[in-house]
């Protein structure tokens, strides 16, 4: 059983255009996040939702904007993609925010904008 | 806010040897954890760790909460150890926001 999964696994799109990545957990948990993996590797938080509300948004651009329809699932749309945001983008879980709070990751979504 | 530092950047190995992984942080932590990302790109949880010992088959991991460093062993290396090892730490705030080190690259030759 996939615990945290991400459609799609590729994503190659042009300057301009407006693409959705979709993130489903089936692990019961609470919170879910969005990180970004740079080209060289680096990890960083994007959002994170608990209980569908937002709790982190990490200074990013307003192009990005993540929905949270119910606790299992969190997307992330994107508008006017730009150059600079192909990346690895990952969706992961935990149960809570705070206290025990392992956090699971998704397989990635690579996202190439040309 | 918290400082990750992880060492060293990068590592070379022969299939059968053994190494040790550190990761140093600035701050008292409420959580830790081991990724190794494999060469497909996976996140794999290792360990989550914020303190004391833990063993996994031929990894195991130790946190000295107190003195801010936790290690990764891998003993008898194999290829399919070969990836990117990241330690990640909860930041403060209680929002479940985990700061990732720079990671560790090793590759393990044949």
């Known amino acids: 059983d996939t615990a945290v999964s991400q459609t799609p696994k590729y994503l190659v799109t042009q300057m301009g255009n407006d693409k959705s990545i979709k993130c489903e957990q089936n692990?019961?948990?609470?919170?879910m996040y969005w990180y970004k993996q740079d080209s060289k590797k680096f990890l960083k938080i994007m959002f994170s939702?608990?209980?569908?509300?937002?709790?982190i948004n990490e200074t990013v651009p307003n192009r990005f904007s993540p929905k949270s329809p119910d606790k299992a699932h969190l997307n992330l749309h994107i508008n006017s993609l730009e150059l600079g945001d192909s990346a690895v983008y990952f969706c992961?879980?935990?149960?809570?925010?705070?206290?025990?709070?392992?956090?699971?990751f998704g397989p990635g979504t690579r996202l190439t904008v040309l | 806010g918290i400082q990750v530092e992880q060492s060293p950047p990068d590592l070379i190995l022969q299939e059968g040897a053994n190494s040790t992984l550190r990761c140093n942080f600035s701050?008292?932590?409420?959580?830790l954890q081991w990724f190794h990302q494999n060469p497909w790109g996976q996140l794999i949880n290792l360990f989550y760790?914020?303190?004391g010992t833990k063993q996994n088959g031929r990894l195991s991991a130790t946190t000295v909460a107190t003195e801010r460093y936790s290690l990764l062993y891998i003993s008898s290396s194999q290829t399919t150890d070969s990836g990117v090892y990241f330690c990640?730490?909860?930041?403060?705030?209680?929002?479940?926001?985990?700061?990732f080190g720079q990671g560790t690259t090793l590759q393990v030759k044949p």
């Open positions: 692990l019961g948990h609470d919170t």
């Open positions: 990640a730490l909860l930041g403060s705030g209680n929002t479940g926001k985990l700061i």
């Open positions: 701050d008292s932590v409420n959580n």
């Open positions: 992961a879980s935990s149960q809570d925010t705070g206290g025990y709070n392992e956090q699971f």
């Open positions: 939702y608990n209980n569908k509300e937002l709790i």
């Open positions: 760790i914020p303190s």
